[in-house]
T-cell receptor
Framework: GQQLNQSPQSMFIQEGEDVSMNCTSS?????WLWYKQDPGEGPVLLIA???AGELTSNGRLTAQFGITRKDSFLNISASIPSDVGIYFC??????????WGAGTKLIIKP | DAGVTQSPTHLIKTRGQQVTLRCSPK?????VSWYQQALGQGPQFIFQ???????QRGNFPDRFSGHQFPNYSSELNVNALLLGDSALYLC?????????FGQGTRLTVV
C-alpha cells in the first residue's frame, strides 16, 4: 500500500539528547498526525497538525506541518528512557484515507 | 470514556479457517477503520466503515470483509486464512480528523 517516506528508520541516542525525525510525501496532505507505538500495543496519538506551517508542542515534543503540505517533522527534546518505541507519521490524503510512514524506531543507549 | 476497545487481544487459528475480530469505537466516533500491521511495518489500511457501509477500501482481497452495526461497533472477518495473514490487526475510530486506536488483536495463523 501507499506509504509516506519516514526517516530515519532507527535512531540510537543517549539519554538527554534531542531527537528529530521527518516524513515526506509526493502529494499534498490535509492533516499530519504523529503516533508512538509500544510493542504489542496500538499507536497512541501524540500530536495532530491541521494547517500548513502549524507548529504544535506537547510537552517535550514539537511537530510542524510543512509549508508545502508535503512534509512534517517531529522533535523530542531531552530524551528519557520512556521515549523508546516506534514513532509513526500519518497523513490524510485528498481522499481522507490515512496514509502511514514505515516508522522510526527510537533506541536509547544505556 | 473507554476509548477504542478490541477483542480478542490474541488469537491462534489454523490455515483455511475463518476469523472474526471486533471493535468498539471511542464514544462519539462514527467512523471505524481497520488496519493490518505486519511485524516491523507501518499499519496497512484494510477498509473504513461509516454509517454501516464500507466507504473506502485498501488493497486487500475479498477474503477480508467487514460490518458496522448501528451502535458504530465493527467486525472484521477474514476467510480462508493464510499464514501471511498473521499480523496485529488494529481498529481506529475517528470523528472528523484524529484517529484513535485500540490495542490491537494479535492473530497468528499456523
Amino acid at each position: 500500500g501507499q506509504q509516506l517516506n519516514q526517516s530515519p528508520q532507527s535512531m540510537f541516542i543517549q539519554e538527554g539528547e534531542d531527537v528529530s525525525m521527518n516524513c515526506t510525501s509526493s502529494s499534498i496532505f490535509n492533516t499530519w498526525l504523529w503516533y508512538k507505538q509500544d510493542p504489542g500495543e496500538g499507536p497512541v496519538l501524540l500530536i495532530a497538525l491541521y494547517k500548513a506551517g502549524e507548529l504544535t508542542s506537547n510537552g517535550r515534543l514539537t511537530a510542524q506541518f510543512g509549508i508545502t503540505r508535503k512534509d512534517s517533522f517531529l522533535n523530542i527534546s531531552a530524551s528519557i528512557p520512556s521515549d523508546v518505541g516506534i514513532y509513526f507519521c500519518a497523513g490524510y490524503d485528498s481522499n481522507y484515507q490515512l496514509i502511514w510512514g514505515a516508522g522510526t524506531k527510537l533506541i536509547i543507549k544505556p | 470514556d473507554a476509548g477504542v476497545t478490541q477483542s480478542p487481544t490474541h488469537l491462534i487459528k489454523t490455515r483455511g479457517q475463518q476469523v472474526t475480530l471486533r471493535c468498539s469505537p471511542k464514544s462519539g466516533h462514527d467512523t471505524v477503520s481497520w488496519y493490518q500491521q505486519a511485524l516491523g511495518q507501518g499499519p496497512q489500511f484494510i477498509f473504513q466503515y461509516y454509517e454501516e457501509e464500507e466507504r473506502q477500501r485498501g488493497n486487500f482481497p475479498d477474503r477480508f470483509s467487514g460490518h458496522q452495526f448501528p451502535n458504530y461497533s465493527s467486525e472484521l472477518n477474514v476467510n480462508a486464512l493464510l499464514l501471511g495473514d498473521s499480523a496485529l490487526y488494529l481498529c481506529a475510530s475517528s470523528g472528523h480528523t484524529e484517529a484513535f486506536f485500540g490495542q490491537g488483536t494479535r492473530l497468528t495463523v499456523v
